[in-house]
């Protein structure tokens, strides 16, 4: 067993796309930029009820934080390459720009979008008993 946990923060660049399963569940993709020099692109896919929130508040140029199971997909190209994709399967998204602020269910940890200004940031994700340096 592999665990990848990942968090991953970017620019949405592709907006989000949402889907539904035979099963009625809502999944939403799209993409962020996490390089400043534009060569960093990932996928973020989101289910159920987070993958609702995304996609109707999620936009072009956003930036998000992303935590989530990093996985590789890969399949093969019609010149019978294989292609691998590597993408963030979300446990939760923060809309950290471009916006009012959203908040889903306070009672699902797993599943939750906000708002909130880069100032503020800073403030909550920093600890400095946590830095090893």
Known sequence: MTLAKAFITGSVVKAPEKRFTQNDMAIAGFTINFDPANE?????????????????T?????MVAVEGKLQVNSYKLPNGKDKKVFEVQ?????????????????????ENIVSFNQDEIAQDLIDEDEIPF
């Open 40 to 56: 960093g692109l990932l996928r973020v896919v989101a289910f159920g009820q987070l993958a609702e929130t995304v996609s109707s």
């Open 58 to 62: 999620i936009n072009i140029g956003d």
């Open 90 to 110: 979300a446990n939760s998204v923060e809309k950290m720009s471009g916006g009012a602020a959203v908040s889903q269910n306070p009672s699902s940890s797993s």
